[in-house]
């Protein structure tokens, strides 16, 4: 029955077809998706926090209500995500008290402050934008739910990374201190949004078996290369500069070359080392805290209403 199971499985992914909540699945498959899907909620989540710092300083009252809208569509997509999580089977609350115990990872990009408002358009522009390159692909993964909920966040991050580009251009063309601001967020965050992607592809433990599934359809390293090809363009249109010196257009490959990433800094994000680390799961967790009463609340309210419609 086993052997029939895994044949069929991989039968429909073989022929692209998507695998759903009821079907039989290799518990590896389960898990790895458990794992990705939940560490994409809560990157989500986490993501709502940098740009929240700049919520009550946004420079007019149209900066300030798209900023809203923009952190209220990253909660929706962590609801989304942690709804699809749900349906292979785990708890909500065990993947999300995981990430307050620092257990589960979420993106290494959100673990670097954002100090100036030249931060706020760059983390539209240019995270949104690694996101959109990496989530695209994520709307042909193979497991339903999860393929379904990137259509939506898809079109979601398409608009957070026009605004962003938007508010840099505004920047760009503006005085020779909102062009420096704008270059010194561009050299901060340029080598972290590039090591959003995610070790190279010799380094990265699960991009194989994940290909293989066709939950990712592209590599780390390929979709890390489409970023930059796509971005390098925009940035120049600015009239900004990348801080890589080894960055070159090669006609060969038809691609632009780029320097090594630093991968002991991103190694050390990911131990919890990074400079937000602490403050970020420090603030999840008072708010998870402070949140109790409203669960309580609504608890009682629930029960209350399941023995009045019993009685
Ligand atoms: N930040 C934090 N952890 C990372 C990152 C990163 N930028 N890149 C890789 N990792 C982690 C992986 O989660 C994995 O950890 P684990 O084994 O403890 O689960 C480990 O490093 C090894 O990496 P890979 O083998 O390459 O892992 P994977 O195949 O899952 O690829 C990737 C990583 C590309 C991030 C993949 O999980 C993915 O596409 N996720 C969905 C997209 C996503 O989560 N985006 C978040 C930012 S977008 C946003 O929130 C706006």
């Known amino acids: 029955m086993?052997?029939?199971?895994?044949?069929?499985?991989?039968?429909?992914?073989?022929?692209?077809?998507?695998?759903?909540?009821?079907?039989?699945?290799?518990?590896?498959?389960?898990?790895?998706?458990?794992?990705?899907?939940?560490?994409?909620?809560?990157?989500?989540?986490?993501?709502?926090?940098?740009e929240a710092n700049w919520l009550t300083r946004a420079p007019t009252l149209k900066r300030k209500a798209i900023l809203l809208a923009k952190i209220q569509d990253e909660a929706g997509h962590g609801l989304y995500l942690y709804s699809a999580a749900e349906t292979l089977g785990c708890s909500r609350q065990d993947v999300y008290q995981k990430l307050l115990d620092g257990k589960m990872?979420?993106?290494?990009?959100?673990?670097?402050?954002?100090?100036?408002?030249?931060?706020?358009?760059?983390?539209?522009?240019?995270?949104?934008?690694?996101?959109?390159?990496?989530?695209?692909?994520?709307?042909?993964?193979?497991?339903?739910?999860?393929?379904?909920?990137?259509?939506?966040?898809?079109?979601?991050?398409?608009?957070?990374?026009?605004?962003?580009y938007e508010a840099v251009t505004v920047l760009a063309k503006g005085t020779p201190e909102q062009k420096a601001m704008l270059q010194d967020a561009i050299n901060r965050f340029w080598w972290p949004v590039l090591m959003m992607f995610g070790p190279n592809d010799s380094d990265s433990p699960h991009s194989a078996q994940s290909m293989a599934w066709k939950i990712k359809r592209f590599s780390n390293d390929e979709l890390r290369q489409k970023f930059v090809d796509n971005t390098v363009p925009q940035v120049e249109a600015l009239g900004m500069t990348i801080p890589d010196v080894d960055l070159q257009w090669d006609q060969s490959l038809g691609h632009y070359r780029f320097g090594e990433i630093d991968w002991k800094e991103f190694y050390q994000v990911l131990k919890g080392e990074g400079i937000c680390n602490y403050e970020r799961l420090n603030a999840k967790r008072k708010a998870w805290e402070d949140g109790e009463w409203v669960r309580t609340g609504a608890m009682a309210h629930s029960q209350k209403q399941k023995t009045v419609k019993s009685a």
């Open 105 to 164: 990872k979420y993106s290494s990009i959100f673990n670097y402050p954002s100090l100036s408002w030249a931060d706020i358009g760059v983390i539209g522009w240019l995270v949104d934008g690694a996101a959109i390159v990496n989530q695209v692909a994520l709307c042909r993964a193979s497991y339903g739910p999860y393929a379904r909920a990137m259509v939506k966040i898809c079109k979601e991050e398409s608009f957070h990374q026009r605004q962003g």
């Open 2 to 50: 086993n052997e029939q199971n895994q044949a069929n499985f991989e039968a429909k992914i073989e022929a692209d077809i998507q695998i759903e909540p009821k079907d039989w699945m290799p518990d590896a498959y389960r898990q790895n998706l458990i794992r990705q899907v939940s560490q994409h909620a809560h990157s989500e989540v986490i993501g709502m926090l940098p």
